[in-house]
């Protein structure tokens, strides 16, 4: 079975720009969140979506955003970046809410935002 | 956020167990006990997750206190492999999500 899959893998943005991330989740997993993973403050939660609808967001500003489709896949966009934008961001999918249901990572997607 | 409390750092020789402690003493949820690790330069990779009680797999054990105040994982058998930040992941009241602290980077030496 093909494990989660991102893309790009590495991305360099100019500050002011925006940029979408893409994630495949793996067959049959209906849920797929977003983590930021940066040094300084760890891994972070950003968002679940389940079945196309958002479960749960973590504390980050309305910039980040994400969405996803009826085949599971999902996008995150993160909107006018920042500097502090730059970080791994890493997409993980499981059958249930992360909670509950063990969660499969992808390899990340690494953003610099300069 | 419920706060957790892992050592920064545990060392381990090759062949030998590993016990990686977890304080979780304020857990609100009553939902799994989880816990992840990452090895260098990779996304995080799961390991195991409990409720209650005892809890074995491929990987690991789980050992989880009555209270559920605290939990323990145990190779059994460390390999270079093994070499890796542990997260400890307790659940959260009404929060259906995981929240990663700084974890146990744990060192294995051959």
Redesign the interface.
């Known amino acids: 079975k093909a494990g ?1 899959t991102q893309t790009p893998r590495y991305l360099i943005k100019t500050r002011g720009q925006q940029v979408t991330l893409s994630c495949s989740p793996i067959s049959g997993h209906r849920s797929v ?1 977003w ?1 930021q993973q940066t040094p300084g403050q ?4 950003l968002f ?1 979506y389940f079945s196309e609808t958002q ?2 967001k ?1 504390n980050f500003p309305g910039r980040f955003s994400g969405r996803q489709f009826s085949n599971s896949r999902s996008e995150m966009n993160v909107s006018t970046l920042e500097l502090g934008d730059s970080a791994l961001y ?1 997409c ?1 999918s499981s059958v249930g ?4 249901y ?7 997607t690494r953003l610099t935002v300069t | 956020d419920a706060k957790t409390t892992q050592p920064n750092s545990m060392e381990s020789n090759e062949e030998e167990p590993v016990h990686l402690p977890c304080n979780h003493s304020t857990i609100s949820g009553t939902d799994y006990i989880h816990w992840y690790r990452q090895l260098p330069s990779q996304g995080p990779e799961y390991v195991i997750h409990g409720l209650t009680s005892n809890v074995n797999n491929r990987m690991a054990s789980l050992a989880i206190a009555e209270d559920r105040k605290s939990s323990t994982l145990i190779l059994h058998r460390a390999t270079l492999r093994d070499a890796a930040v542990y997260y400890c992941i307790p659940p959260i009241q009404g929060a259906q999500k995981l929240v990663f602290g700084q974890g146990t980077r744990l060192t294995i030496n051959p």
């Open positions: 989660v969140s983590y760890g891994l972070q939660f679940e479960r749960n973590g890493l993980a809410h992360s909670g509950r063990e969660q499969y990572f992808g390899p990340g």
